[in-house]
Nanobody, 120 residues
Framework: QVQLQESGPGLVKPSQTLSLTCTVSGVSITTTSYYSSWIRQPPGKGLGWMGAISYSDNTDYSPSLKSRTSISRDTSKNQFTLHLSSVTPEDTAVYYC????????????WGQGTQVTVSS
């Protein structure tokens, strides 16, 4: 059974870097033609695609977040990690890790989501 699970802090202070790790079981993150992605949903707003890392280790990011977003992976642990620097309260959201067939579309697996609050 395929499962994705996010882990990381629930509370981050402004200006710090948020790091979230997605642990994947049941399927390899190097499966050909698939992407490992991060999506978030601020309170009262829609889902926002943040970025993805491909099976071949290429990364793509939302233009609005590119300057402070980095996604990496550890294939030996079947994990991928989001780093979001210089966070502000506007980064407060539920963060999801996902698998997708195309960038920003074609999601087939989701983590349960993890709440992250940016506050001093």
């Amino acid at each position: 059974q395929v499962q994705l699970q996010e882990s990381g802090p629930g509370l981050v202070k402004p200006s710090q870097t948020l790091s979230l790790t997605c642990t994947v079981s049941g399927v390899s993150i190097t499966t050909t033609s698939y992407y490992s992605s991060w999506i978030r949903q601020p309170p009262g707003k829609g889902l926002g695609w943040m970025g993805a890392i491909s099976y071949s280790d290429n990364t793509d990011y939302s233009p609005s977040l590119k300057s402070r977003t980095s996604i990496s992976r550890d294939t030996s642990k079947n994990q991928f990690t989001l780093h979001l620097s210089s966070v502000t309260p506007e980064d407060t959201a539920v963060y999801y890790c996902t698998r997708e067939r195309e960038l920003g579309a074609g999601y087939d697996y989701w983590g349960q989501g993890t709440q992250v609050t940016v506050s001093s």
